[in-house]
Structure formats: C-alpha cells, structure tokens
C-alpha cells in the first residue's frame, strides 16, 4: 500500500481516485496483487556465535562489523539473544537455576558485570543507541512470562497501574499466592 496524504489528493479527479481508499483521512492506494519483499530482513543474531556468554564490548565489536561490512548487503539488524540477564560465574550455564539478575519485582535485567552500561537501570539504553549511531535496529530477545528464579523467589508482581505490589483482595501479590 502506498500512502497519499490529503495535499497530494487534492485536484485528483474521481476517475484518478480510482484503486484508492480512504482511511483516517489519508488516501492508501489498494492492490489485488500482492506485494513481496525483495528479500528477507537481515541481521545478526548474538546466540549463534557466543551462546548467551556475549558481553556489551563483544556485542558492539560484532555490530561495528555488521555496519561496516554487511550493511551494504541489506543487514539491518543486531540481536542480543537468550540470557542477557544471567550472570557469568562458576556454575552458571544454559540450564543452570538462581544466576539470574532480576529486580524487585522479578523483572530481568542486564548482568551489569556483562553490560557495564546497564548500570544505575539504564537497561539497554546506552548500547542501543550506539548501535543506532552505527545505522544499524537493535534488538533483544525476551520470552514471556515469570522467570522461574522470579517464581521460586515468589517476587511480588507490579501492579502498572498503581505503582506498587499487585494486590487481590486485600492480599499482596506474589506469583506463588
């Protein structure tokens, strides 16, 4: 689809609104025919070249590569994927339970011994933005729901709307209550 804005509409006759629809008024050009992308989106994945051991100084190595080398051949993204949030220490592995770094309310966070710029609940602000400089979109991977440290910690659950733990009845609200 293809947008007109009401401007560029103005002084088409009705004839040359044909194939067009208006929608909150704006003109979208309709097509039966269905348009493809050229090609898939492209990007790199940090979980298929570290596992989930990355550090920010590897992460934005790896993204200057992708900006300088492969972004001339359509690659536009820089994933940080799969346990950003677990600490690297002696004994932490891909199925290994309690090396988690989560906040009060069971939320993950960046291992700030990983992604110094994390510090202080900036989160991935500083390392997005030096991979937008680059040119390039970046991503995390996150998989919904309650961790299972959150849970076995039995973390209160924030309530958005309040700003505190989530209450039901009277009672506060943890994911085991």
């Not at 560029?8 to 044909?18: E, F, M, N, P, T």
Request: proline share 5%; aromatic share 14%.
């Amino acid at each position: 689809m293809y947008e007109l804005s009401p401007k560029d509409k103005k002084g088409l006759g009705r004839a040359s609104l044909q194939g067009y629809l208006r929608l909150r008024g704006y003109w979208l050009r309709v097509s039966s025919e269905m348009e493809r992308a050229s090609f898939p989106p492209r990007g790199w994945n940090s979980y298929d070249s570290f596992c989930w051991t990355i550090s920010e100084e590897e992460f934005l190595q790896n993204a200057e590569i992708i900006s300088q080398r492969l972004k001339a051949y359509g690659f536009e993204y820089v994933v940080v994927d799969y346990l950003w949030y677990r600490r690297k220490v002696p004994g932490a592995y891909v199925d290994s339970l309690g090396f988690d770094v989560i906040d009060q309310w069971g939320r993950m966070i960046p291992d700030p011994d990983r992604w110094p710029s994390s510090k202080g609940g900036k989160g991935f602000t500083e390392v997005a933005k030096k991979v937008h400089s680059m040119g390039l979109k970046f991503g995390i991977h996150v998989m919904r729901g309650i961790s299972t440290q959150a849970y076995n910690a039995n973390t209160p659950i924030l309530d958005t709307i309040k700003g505190g733990a989530y209450e039901d009845s009277g009672r506060h609200g943890g994911p085991k209550t």
